[in-house]
């Protein structure tokens, strides 16, 4: 597949974002089932934002996966207070059944007025797979499935966060931290992958972090050890970029039918993985995929209307470790920034990169943005300080993608790294305004050009004003 044609998966794109009911308004029939009624239409927005600041008790769930995978029985125990917005992800509260209260005052529509108060309910786990058939919600896979805890477990979707713990017994796997046996977390609204079922677990050390790959009982032709190596050679040289990087859980699956890969964090970190059945080691080991992904993970979320930031500066630093690790040559990173360099700019009725959610400017407009602020901040430096430096300075405030940050905080932390304000100038020109970035120039400054229909030739110009700021690459 060409470079420009190619689709970068997404993580946080609008068009990606669970929508969010209310248990309530969608499901009176399960309601009814504790003899409840059921609360008026919520106002529901249109993409789910991090959950804001809310001091609360926890939240307490015991789950028992069945020995068929079939079924998560579910007990729950909710501190005192109304909880009208109770429900799971995208739509699968009609998998949630057999919900009963067991103890507690529990009132309608699931207002607990006692200190606690506690419900059972099954999520039926094969059936939302067969239904959703996404690892968004539920994926079934060779083994077990792929599924985030937000689609079973029941939690107040009122954008706020809400302590919790977890403890889970059967064959489970997740990118949450953990302690005494309970994983735990401040908001159930975006989590971590987990993979449920029989999965082949492989540690990899980096650094101080660790990867867990955990791979689907699927036979695919590099096998388990060919992938780990392929797959910790990836990421170390992401981890080093950053510094400081989280541990994390990447869920493989081995498929024949393609499906986008996808990182989420909220509390931890995770990636959802697929590789085709049938790739040699040499196709692995040069796919970008999983570097774009692994980038993400040692970034905070941004959230919307911010997914520019994260998809461009993904899309900017993937090719840049890659040259740097060897998986990728300087002319094909050249000739992929030259070529899709146009699809980044501005159009007739652009209103800057934080109005203008196209896919053209999300990735490669963010793209560009990388790419120019590096070179700024590069020049003023004379090459003591890079994009770099940004990132690491962010990474080293744990700023990964377990947390969420504001961006007036990234940027701040970033133009701090430098000792300049070359974020915040960019963001007035670029973000809160629909400004053209001058590449022709950058590119003829920075001695590269790139000739022929495809681009089959890249030359470069040692003589060019900036040639030295291309080699610092
Ligand atoms: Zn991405």
């Known amino acids: 597949m060409s470079a420009r044609a190619r689709a970068r998966p997404s993580r946080t794109l609008p068009l990606d974002m669970p929508r969010r009911r209310s248990l309530s308004a969608i499901l009176p029939g399960l309601l009814g089932l504790l003899g409840l009624l059921a609360s008026g239409f919520m106002c529901s927005p249109s993409y789910a934002p991090w959950p804001g600041k809310n001091a609360q008790t926890p939240f307490h769930y015991d789950v028992v996966l069945s020995s068929d995978l079939r079924f998560l029985d579910v007990d729950l125990v909710l501190p005192r207070g109304p909880w009208d917005s109770l429900g799971v992800e995208d739509?699968?509260?009609?998998?949630?059944?057999?919900l009963a209260a067991l103890g507690g005052e529990l009132t309608p529509p699931y207002h607990c007025t006692s200190e606690t108060c506690a419900l059972h309910y099954r999520f039926a786990l094969a059936?939302?797979?067969?239904?959703?058939?996404?690892?968004?919600?539920?994926?079934?896979?060779?083994?077990?499935?792929v599924s985030p805890p937000s689609a079973w477990l029941l939690h107040p979707r009122d954008g706020l966060e809400h302590p919790y713990t977890l403890r889970v017994r059967g064959k489970f796997a997740i990118g949450l931290p953990q302690k005494e046996g309970a994983y735990f977390g401040n908001a159930l609204e975006l989590v971590p992958f987990a993979a449920l079922g029989d999965f082949r677990m492989h540690p990899i050390a980096l650094g101080?972090?660790?990867?867990?790959?955990?791979?689907?009982?699927?036979?695919f032709s590099l096998g388990d050890d060919g992938l780990s190596k392929i797959l910790g050679d990836a990421a170390r040289p992401v981890a080093e970029l950053f510094g400081s990087y989280p541990s994390m859980l990447v869920v493989v699956v081995p498929k024949n039918e393609s499906l986008e890969a996808k990182t989420l964090g909220g509390g931890g970190a995770s990636i959802f993985l697929p590789i085709a059945k049938d790739a040699s080691g040499t196709k692995l080991r040069s796919a970008w995929v999983p570097t774009h992904e692994m980038v993400h993970v040692g970034f905070p979320n941004l959230g919307f209307p911010h997914q520019w930031f994260e998809e461009g500066m993904a899309t900017y630093l993937e090719p840049l470790i890659r040259v740097r690790a060897g998986s990728l040559s300087a002319d094909d990173r050249f000739r992929e920034l030259v070529t899709?360099?146009?699809?980044?700019?501005?159009?007739?009725?652009?209103?800057?990169?934080?109005?203008?959610?196209t896919w053209g400017r999300t990735y490669w407009g963010g793209a560009l943005f990388f790419l120019s602020a590096d070179v700024e901040i590069r020049v003023r430096t004379q090459g003591k300080k890079s994009i770099v430096d940004v990132f690491r300075a962010i990474a080293h405030q744990h700023g990964s993608v377990a947390v969420q940050w504001d961006l007036a905080r990234v940027l701040d932390v970033g133009d701090e790294a430098t000792g300049l304000r070359v974020l915040h100038e960019h963001f007035d020109r670029y973000a809160k305004s629909p400004g053209k970035f001058e590449v022709d120039a950058l590119f003829r400054k920075l001695g590269v050009s790139v000739k022929g229909e495809k681009g089959e030739t890249v030359t470069y110009d040692d003589g060019a004003e900036l040639a030295w700021v291309r080699k610092q690459w």
């Open 127 to 145: 059936d939302a797979a067969k239904s959703f058939a996404s690892a968004d919600v539920a994926l079934a896979v060779e083994g077990g499935y």
């Open 208 to 219: 101080d972090a660790t990867m867990t790959l955990a791979i689907s009982q699927t036979d």
């Open 340 to 357: 899709s360099a146009p699809q980044g700019q501005p159009q007739a009725g652009d209103e800057g990169l934080e109005s203008t959610h």
């Open 91 to 98: 739509d699968a509260d009609k998998y949630v059944v057999d």
